[in-house]
């Protein structure tokens, strides 16, 4: 599955759309664009609080948003990576305000699938949240995603019936893995060690 030049070229230009990521249906747009995201979240209705979860498409791209991180912590994110676990880390830069909510953490994912990948690699880093409004179920075709966004977004790219949960969600506090939330990807904690 290949996604066209004319949905790259949108997504460069801080268009939004709906496309499968590697769990569900996402409601993307580059993260990099304060306009971008600013659609996302009022179409979403999301608490304007809540922070966004970004899919990236190399470990590099954290330097994007100036996280720092050792070689072990690396070492630690690459033992989940590439996979359906998004991971919450540190970013305190006002700039991106406008993405971790003043809360200066945000949820990060570099996915297993490999369309996606060289999507995310002509694109750069998306704002990825799943295709639903607030509180309602997220959109298992784009048929549904239709019924939630009409024509308020610039694309729709679909891939059949996408059934899935959402990624586990994990943080790493002083070494330790807290999952903060149980999704695609069964963790066995006993196998990890930082």
């Not at 993405?99 to 570099?110: N, P, Q, Y």
């Not at 959109?139 to 586990?168: C, H, M, N, R």
Request: proline fraction near 6%; hydrophobic fraction near 40%.
């Amino acid at each position: 599955m290949l996604y066209s030049r004319s949905i790259v070229k949108i997504l460069i230009n801080g268009g939004i759309g709906v496309l499968p990521t590697d769990t569900l249906y996402g409601l993307v747009g580059q993260a990099l664009s304060k306009r971008a995201v600013s659609r996302i979240y009022k179409l979403k209705k999301r608490n304007p609080r809540k922070p966004m979860l970004i899919l990236i498409g190399s470990i590099k791209d954290l330097n994007l948003f100036k996280i720092k991180f050792s070689k072990k912590r690396q070492n630690l994110l690459l033992k989940f990576w590439p996979g359906r676990v998004s991971i919450i880390l540190s970013c305190s830069p006002k700039k991106f305000s406008y993405l971790h909510r003043g809360i200066k953490t945000l949820a990060f994912r570099l996915p297993k699938k490999l369309s996606l990948i060289r999507l995310l690699r002509r694109t750069g880093p998306l704002v990825a949240p799943s295709a639903n409004p607030e509180r309602l179920k997220p959109a298992k075709t784009i048929k549904e995603a239709k019924k939630y966004f009409g024509d308020k977004v610039d694309f729709y790219f679909s891939q059949g019936k996408l059934i899935s949960l959402p990624s586990t969600l994990i943080a790493i506090k002083n070494g330790k893995i807290i999952i903060k939330r149980k999704g695609a990807f069964d963790l066995n904690l006993r196998n990890l060690r930082s």
